[in-house]
C-alpha cells in the first residue's frame, strides 16, 4: 500500500499486541511476535515509553500500555511539571527583558496562567498563579488559540467581550491575527487588555510539535514596543529563544 | 576589551556542575555531569574521588568554551561543594584510599555512640558548635583509620591527606602531587567537629578525642581569598573561594545581614540564618557554624538548621509508593483535596535531623482513617516539609532572639507553589524566591569574584538580587496553631521506634 507509513504501522501492531496480551511483554517476545528484527522493535517500544503510550518495567524491563493511553483526550502534560520544566528558562527571560513573565496554558476557555516571574525591578507585585485571563485578549491566548483550531473554532463563534477600544471583537479580525501568529510563530497583543500595556508571547512545544502551552513577557506599552508602537524585536528574540528552550527540554525535536 | 566572567564550580552530591557568570550574576553557560553513587552496604554511600575529578577537568573547560571565553577572560574559580564528605589519599601519588565517604553515610553510628561514652565528650559541642553525630566528617576519618589496613601508620608518618571535595579538588587543580596546595576553607572545617569554633582553629583537644594526627589536616583559609593559581584544566586563573554548598546559597541570596536567612529544599532541607559576629550556640538543636569569612575580615557566623528528608519524601512517594509519576505531579495531586484530611507524615526514614537529632526515631504516618485518600497523602507530603522548617525557624527564634522577617528559598521544591504558600502560611512571614535559581553556584561565584576585584563589595552583589516570585502568609492563626499541635504530636509518635536488640 503506497503512501503509508511503515513504521507507525509496526507501532500500532506493537500496541494492539500489548493491549490483547495477558501480562508485560519483552521486547524479545514482541519482535518475535511481528517477526521484526529486535533492534526495530526496540527502536519503536523507545518511542513510544517516550510519548508515553507505553510503559517498561524498572525490575522486568518489560513493556505495557502506558497511562497516557487511556485518557488520550485529556491534556498530556501535567501543568505543575510544565512549571517546573520552564523555570529555569523563565528566570533568565525576566533578567534579560527586565519584564514580568508568565507561562499559560488553555483551560475550558480561558488562559489559565501556571507561571508567574516578577519583573526584576523589586517593586510589590503579586503572583498571579491560578489566574484565567481571556484568550483573544492576551499574547498568550492568541498564541494558544492559533494552535488550538477546535478552540479557536469555539472562541470565533462566541461572543468577543471588548476590554478595551483595541480589543480584537471581530471574529474576521481575530482570525487574521491568530493566521498571523502561525505564519510568524509569535504573537503580541497592544492595549487590547488594559490601556497602556502590551504583551508578547510564544509557542511551548511538547514532543510531535504538540502546543503545551505558551509563554511571554508583558508590561508598560512604551517598554514593550518600539516608538512605531511595533512589538520591540530585541524583546521578541527573548522570547522565542526561551520558548523554544523549553520545547527542547520538554522533547520538541525541530524547536 | 572583552567581556569578563567567573567561573563555579558546584561539586554536589549526584553531580558537579560548572557555571559560568557575567558582571550582573547572570547565568552565562553551564555543563553539568553526573558520577556514580556506591551503595555498597545498607546505610553508606560512597563516591569515587578520582571521578569526580576527571568529571570536573571534562566540564570546566567545556562551559567556559561554551561561553565563548577563553581562559585569559576568566577572572576567577569559586568552589561551592557537598559538605562533610570525606576523602583520604596519599601525598606523593595523589591515589585516595578508597572511595569518598559520603554525608548521607552511617556507618559511623556505632562508632559515634562508643565516643558518646567516652570521658571528656561534654566539650566536644562545646568546642566544635555541633552535636556528635554521623553527620560530620571526623568520626568518619577516624573510621576510615581505624577499618583501612596500614592507614594510621601511614597518616602518622605524614603521607596520608584529608579532605572534603573543595580541599581534593584544590590540591589536584594546583597541580596535585607536584606541589598541590593543601587547603580547606573556614566554612568546610567547621563541618569536621575538629575545628574550634571560636579561634577557627583546628582544635587538639578534638584531634585527640577523635584519635586523628595534625599532619593530615590541610590548612585552614576564609572563604573568599586567593588559594593559588590552576595548573590545569585553566591555566594561570586564580582559584579564590570555596566554600559549603548551603553556606554559598546563603552568600548567593546575599543574606550578608544578621537576621537574613535562607533555607534550599533539594533532597533534604538546609535552613541557615545569618548572626553576624556573634557566634550564637544553639540550646534548641540548631548547629553553629561559620557562614563565610572573606579574608581580612572577622568571620560572619551562622546558625543552620538541617532537615535530612524534604525533596526525597517526594521521591519516594514517586518511587517507592509509585502514586505519581513525576515529583511536580504531587502539587496537582495534593491539590485534588481541600486539606490533609487529618493525616500527617513525620519522615524520620534514618532518624530526624534538626532540631529533634533522634537517630532512633522512625518516619510515622499517623491520623489514617477509612476517608484519607492518596490525595490526603500528597498533601501530608509537602506539609511535611513546611512543618519540619517551622520546627526549625522556632528554634532559630528562639536561639537568636531575632524573629525571622522573610525567608528566601532556592533549590527544585520551590517550583512547588503550594509548598511554598504553605511555608509562607505556617511561618507567617513572607517566603520569596529569587531571579536566579542556582544560588549555590551564584554564591561561590560572588565570593571569589570578589576575593580577586571583579564585584567591588558586598553591596554591588545585592543590587544583582531580584525578587522573581513572593508568597504571602494567609492562614487563619487558629487553624495554624491547631495543624502545628497536631504535628508536634505526630512527631512525638515517631520518637523512640528503634530499640537495641533484646539481648
Ligand atoms: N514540584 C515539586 N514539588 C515537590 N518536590 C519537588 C518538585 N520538583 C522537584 N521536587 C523535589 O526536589 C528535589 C530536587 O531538587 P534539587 O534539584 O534542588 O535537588 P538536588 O539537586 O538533589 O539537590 P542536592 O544538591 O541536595 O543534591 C527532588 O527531591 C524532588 O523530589
New binding site residues.
Given amino acids: 500500500m503506497p503512501g503509508l507509513v511503515q513504521s507507525i504501522e509496526r507501532a500500532a501492531a506493537i500496541l494492539r499486541l500489548l493491549a490483547s496480551s495477558a501480562g508485560r511483554l519483552g521486547v524479545g517476545e514482541i519482535a518475535r511476535s511481528l517477526d521484526l528484527p529486535k533492534g526495530t522493535a526496540h527502536g519503536i517500544l523507545r518511542t513510544l515509553q517516550a510519548v508515553g503510550f507505553v510503559e517498561q518495567d524498572k525490575t522486568s524491563g518489560k513493556y505495557q500500555l502506558g497511562a497516557a493511553l487511556l485518557h488520550l483526550g485529556t491534556s498530556y502534560l501535567d501543568v ?2 510544565l ?2 520544566r520552564s523555570i529555569n528558562w523563565a528566570d533568565p527571560l525576566a533578567a534579560r527583558s527586565g519584564e514580568a513573565v508568565r507561562i499559560g496554558t488553555l483551560l475550558e476557555g480561558k488562559v489559565l496562567v501556571v507561571h508567574h516571574v516578577f519583573r526584576p525591578d523589586d517593586s510589590l507585585q503579586t503572583l498571579d498563579v491560578g489566574a484565567l485571563l481571556p484568550l483573544h485578549a492576551t499574547a498568550l491566548g492568541k498564541v494558544l488559540l492559533a494552535y488550538d483550531a477546535s478552540t479557536a473554532a469555539t472562541v470565533l463563534r462566541g461572543e468577543l467581550e471588548p476590554y478595551s477600544r483595541r480589543t480584537l471583537v471581530n471574529p474576521r479580525a481575530l482570525a487574521r491575527a491568530l493566521a498571523a501568529v502561525r505564519d510568524a510563530g509569535w504573537g503580541a497583543e497592544v492595549e487590547e487588555m488594559t490601556v497602556g500595556e502590551a504583551g508578547i508571547a510564544a509557542p511551548i512545544r511538547g514532543y510531535g510539535g504538540l502546543v503545551v502551552g505558551a509563554i511571554g513577557v508583558s508590561g508598560a506599552v512604551e517598554r514593550i514596543c518600539d516608538t512605531k508602537g511595533q512589538p520591540n524585536p530585541t524583546l521578541v528574540a527573548y522570547v522565542r529563544d526561551a520558548a523554544r528552550a523549553v520545547s527542547r527540554d520538554l522533547g520538541a525535536a525541530r524547536w | 576589551m572583552p567581556e569578563r566572567y567567573v567561573v563555579s564550580i ?1 561539586q ?4 558537579t556542575r560548572c557555571i559560568v557568570f557575567d558582571r550582573r550574576g547572570q547565568l552565562v553557560s553551564v555543563v553539568q555531569r553526573e558520577h556514580q553513587q556506591y551503595f555498597p552496604k545498607p546505610g553508606w554511600v560512597e563516591h569515587d574521588a578520582t571521578e569526580i575529578w576527571r568529571n570536573v577537568e571534562r566540564i570546566v573547560p567545556r562551559a567556559v568554551a561554551q561561553a565563548g571565553a577563553g581562559p585569559e577572560q576568566i577572572a576567577a574559580i569559586g568552589i561551592a561543594n ?1 559538605r562533610e564528605t570525606t576523602v583520604l589519599w596519599d601525598r606523593r601519588t595523589g591515589v585516595p584510599y578508597g572511595n569518598a565517604i559520603v554525608w548521607q553515610d552511617t556507618r559511623t553510628d556505632s562508632l559515634v555512640d562508643e565516643l558518646a561514652r567516652v570521658p571528656g565528650v561534654e566539650a566536644v559541642s562545646q568546642r566544635s558548635g555541633l552535636p556528635l553525630a554521623t553527620y560530620f566528617s571526623g568520626p568518619r576519618i577516624r573510621w576510615m583509620l581505624d577499618n583501612t589496613p596500614g592507614l594510621r601508620e601511614r597518616a602518622e608518618r605524614g603521607d596520608v591527606l584529608f579532605g572534603t571535595m573543595e580541599t581534593w579538588l584544590v590540591w589536584n587543580l594546583t597541580g596535585g602531587p607536584e606541589g598541590g596546595i593543601h587547603i580547606t576553607d573556614v566554612t568546610n572545617a567547621s563541618r569536621t567537629m575538629l575545628m574550634d569554633i571560636t579561634t577557627l582553629e583546628w582544635d587538639p583537644y578534638l584531634l585527640s578525642f577523635f584519635g586523628i594526627p595534625a599532619s593530615m589536616l590541610p590548612e585552614i583559609r576564609s572563604s573568599a581569598q586567593v588559594y593559588g593559581t590552576s595548573r590545569t584544566v585553566l591555566p594561570g586563573v586564580e582559584i579564590a573561594a570555596a566554600l559549603g ?1 548551603q553556606q554559598a546559597a546563603l552568600f548567593g541570596q546575599t543574606c550578608f545581614a544578621p537576621g537574613e536567612a535562607k533555607c ?5 532541607g538546609f535552613l541557615l540564618l545569618n548572626t553576624g559576629r556573634e557566634l550564637v550556640r544553639s540550646t534548641h538543636g540548631l548547629l553553629s557554624t561559620v557562614g563565610y569569612r572573606i579574608d581580612g575580615e572577622a568571620p560572619v557566623y551562622a546558625l543552620e538548621g538541617p532537615i535530612a528528608i ?6 519516594w512517594f ?1 518511587d517507592r509508593l509509585e502514586l505519581i509519576s ?6 496537582t495531586l495534593a491539590r485534588s483535596v481541600d486539606n490533609n484530611g487529618g493525616c500527617y507524615i513525620v519522615p524520620a526514614f534514618s532518624g530526624l535531623f534538626a532540631p529533634h537529632w533522634r537517630s532512633e526515631a522512625r518516619g510515622v504516618i499517623v491520623g489514617l482513617t477509612s476517608y484519607i485518600t492518596k490525595g490526603h497523602l500528597a498533601r501530608a507530603v ?1 506539609e511535611a ?1 513546611g512543618w519540619q522548617t517551622r520546627e526549625v525557624v522556632d528554634a532559630m527564634n528562639a536561639d537568636s532572639g531575632l524573629a525571622l522577617r522573610t525567608l528566601k528559598v ?4 520551590t ?2 507553589n ?2 511554598m504558600q504553605f511555608i509562607a502560611d505556617v511561618l507567617d512571614v513572607p517566603v520569596v524566591r529569587p531571579m536566579v535559581a542556582e544560588t ?1 553556584s551564584l554564591g561561590a561565584a560572588y565570593a571569589a569574584g570578589l576575593a580577586v576585584g571583579y564585584w567591588p563589595d558586598l553591596e554591588g552583589l545585592r543590587q544583582n538580587w531580584h525578587r522573581a516570585g513572593q508568597w504571602l502568609p494567609a492562614m487563619d492563626p487558629q487553624r495554624r496553631a491547631q495543624e502545628y499541635d497536631n504535628w508536634q504530636r505526630a512527631v512525638e509518635r515517631a520518637f523512640g521506634w528503634i530499640k537495641q536488640p533484646l539481648a
Fill in positions: 505543575n511539571e512549571r517546573s | 558546584d554536589g552530591t549526584t553531580s557537598q554548598d534550599t529544599y533539594g533532597t533534604g524534604a525533596g526525597s519524601l517526594v521521591q514517586r513525576t515529583a511536580p505531579e504531587i502539587e509537602l516539609t532556592d533549590g527544585g521544591m517550583s512547588d503550594l509548598l549555590v
